[in-house]
């Protein structure tokens, strides 16, 4: 184990934990003494690996505290202590470190206290506890991600109805991409439409947006889809590589398609007319207009 770990290394640790049974107490004293001995080698990792282990052998919480929690100051930090008390069957330590860590730090690395604290207060039956939590991390770093949670965790408690709007209102005030999402993804395609087209004042509604919110309007009003698609073909232009021209083809294709519904395929064609005028100086992309049938 020890040659494993200190100079044969491959893709996974040996965990003295799980091969301890094997090892017995003779075996066991023979590694420690010699995980002792390289203490001051060149392998810190190696080192630390095995020393965090043994710690959690020992049951040696003091020792796992200053081993994974370090400082103290980023979020990690306390997710790993967090994640030792679990692995020591200590749930109220985990909790309350995951707790402290909220408070106490900062980033997107916090998400993951909060997952980590939601998920032992649901598991021990506090669902209100665990949906107070979840409205905390919303409201304190709003996205599409922390309003799904929110809604998860309401529904256990049958009070999502009530906190819907509340949520909505939080999502769009900090990240309104993110609202545009949220109503797409519970079929509010009109309200997503107009909260994206209500000229976006200090964000983008970025290309994925545009690609799901066409899908959506080419349903009922395929001309608008239309113009979303060729919009998303000149976005396409500003780079002249294969990938873009490859990217603007299909987006002319599902252009196509919508103003085949629309009865607008007159209007298309000017507009590819105008694009391939525009664009003649690109011969790879006129070819690749060719093939695909955009004459």
Do not use: N
Request: proline residues 3%; negative net charge; aromatic residues 8%.
């Amino acid at each position: 184990m020890v040659k494993f770990c200190f100079m044969d290394q491959d893709f996974f640790e040996v965990d003295p934990v799980r091969y301890a049974p094997a090892l017995a107490d003779k075996g066991l004293a023979v590694y420690r003494r010699e995980v002792a001995a390289r203490s001051e080698g060149a392998d810190r990792y190696a080192f630390r690996y095995a020393a965090e282990r043994l710690a959690i052998l020992d049951r040696d919480v003091s020792a796992l505290v200053e081993m994974l929690g370090g400082d103290l100051t980023s979020p990690y930090q306390f997710q790993r202590v967090a994640e030792a008390m679990l692995e020591l069957d200590l749930p109220d330590d985990a909790l309350r470190w995951a707790l402290d860590g909220i408070e106490r730090t900062s980033g997107w690395q916090v998400d993951k206290l909060y997952d980590l604290a939601a998920g032992l207060l649901a598991g021990r039956g506090d669902v209100i506890g665990a949906l107070r939590l979840r409205r905390e991390q919303h409201d304190r770093m709003p996205s599409a991600t922390t309003y799904a949670l929110v809604r998860s965790a309401a529904d256990t408690t049958g009070g999502w109805e009530t906190l819907r709007a509340e949520a909505r209102a939080v999502l769009g005030a900090r990240d309104p991409g993110g609202l545009v999402d949220v109503l797409l993804a519970d079929g509010e395609s009109e309200a997503a439409w107009t909260l994206a087209t209500t000229d976006p004042v200090g964000w983008e509604v970025g290309e994925h947006r545009w690609k799901r919110l066409a899908e959506a309007r080419a349903v009922t009003h395929p001309a608008d889809a239309m113009v979303v698609w060729f919009r998303l073909v000149d976005d396409a232009l500003t780079t002249a590589d294969k990938r873009s021209y490859q990217a603007a083809v299909r987006y002319l294709k599902a252009a196509k398609k919508a103003a085949a519904a629309a009865d607008a395929m007159v209007e298309f064609e000017v507009r590819v007319a105008g694009l391939r005028e525009t664009h003649r100086r690109r011969p790879s992309l006129i070819a690749m207009l060719d093939k695909a049938g955009f004459a």
